[in-house]
């Protein structure tokens, strides 16, 4: 995932040759300081931890 600094996130997929490409429904959406995340499709999310190498985010459908 990305999070830019405007706000916006897309969620990279590996693909052909382990280049990245966003992928396909719910790709992108906006994030808050806060943790609320929530997809172009109207799903949302929260992180619930994070470590130097991991982020746990649990969606809500």
């Known amino acids: 995932m990305e999070f ?23 790709s992108t959406g906006r994030w808050s300081a806060a943790g609320h995340i929530t997809r172009s499709t109207g799903s949302t999310g929260s992180i619930v931890a994070v470590t130097d190498d991991r982020l746990e985010i649990l969606w809500k459908e």
Do not use: C, N, S, Y
Not at 5 to 18: E, H, K, P, S, Y
């Open 4 to 26: 830019r600094a405007d706000g916006d996130f897309v969620d990279w997929l590996i693909g052909r040759g382990d280049a990245p490409q966003a992928g396909d429904q719910g």
